[in-house]
């Protein structure tokens, strides 16, 4: 299936990212979402990367990772606070080989050293069966307000290994 991509490098968000982290937003939410959300709610989604000064504040306000594939960045996560998973994308040409997986063991670990005794997030609707893999548990049903139209999602949530070794 494809050819194997080597396994992702990781490093921390630098300001100079933002731009190439927008463009992987957009891609992810284009091409990766259309199942479980329209066209209209694909859009107000995606536009939350437009304002991209507001959007680099964001990603830097966080513990935000950056994988890469041959120095390349191809996805990101952030963790809010200690104990939250606020962003997980991957841009579409590297879909399906370990990238969100890679960012998620890092961010368990992290938030693990910080003490978190479990970790939270608000997982997509495409994006659920991939925490439910990682052991994360549905807790709630939401429904958000973005830029205009009502988005649904649930609330994960995953109890860490004891000092959140993984
Ligand atoms: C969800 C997302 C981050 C997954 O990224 P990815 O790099 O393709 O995920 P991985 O390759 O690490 O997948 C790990 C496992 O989860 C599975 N998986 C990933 N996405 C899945 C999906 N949409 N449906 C079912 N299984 C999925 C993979 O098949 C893989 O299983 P395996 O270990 O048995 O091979 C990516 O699809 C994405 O960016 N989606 C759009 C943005 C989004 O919704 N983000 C989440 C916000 S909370």
């Known amino acids: 299936m494809g050819q194997t991509l080597p396994k992702p490098g990781l490093r921390p968000f630098l300001p100079a990212?933002?731009?190439i982290l927008a463009a992987i937003f957009v891609a992810a939410i284009q091409e990766l979402t259309g199942d479980d959300y329209s066209e209209a709610q694909q859009e107000a989604w995606a536009a939350i990367a437009d304002d991209e000064e507001e959007f680099g504040k964001k990603?830097?306000?966080?513990?935000?990772?950056?994988?890469?594939?041959r120095n390349a960045?191809?996805?990101?996560?952030?963790?809010?606070?200690?104990?939250?998973?606020d962003m997980l994308y991957v841009h579409p040409s590297a879909a399906g080989q370990g990238v969100a997986s890679a960012l998620c063991d890092a961010l368990e670990k992290l938030a693990g050293g910080r003490g978190a005794k479990s970790l939270t997030v608000e997982a997509s609707d495409n994006a659920e069966p991939f925490f439910k893999k990682r052991g994360y548990v549905a807790k709630q049903r939401n429904s958000v307000t973005v830029n205009g139209e009502w988005l649904a999602n649930t609330t994960m949530q995953k109890t860490l290994e004891s000092g959140g070794q993984a």
């Open 59 to 69: 990603l830097a306000g966080e513990l935000t990772l950056i994988a890469t594939l």
């Open 17 to 19: 990212d933002t731009s």
């Open 73 to 85: 960045p191809v996805g990101f996560a952030s963790l809010k606070g200690k104990d939250h998973i």
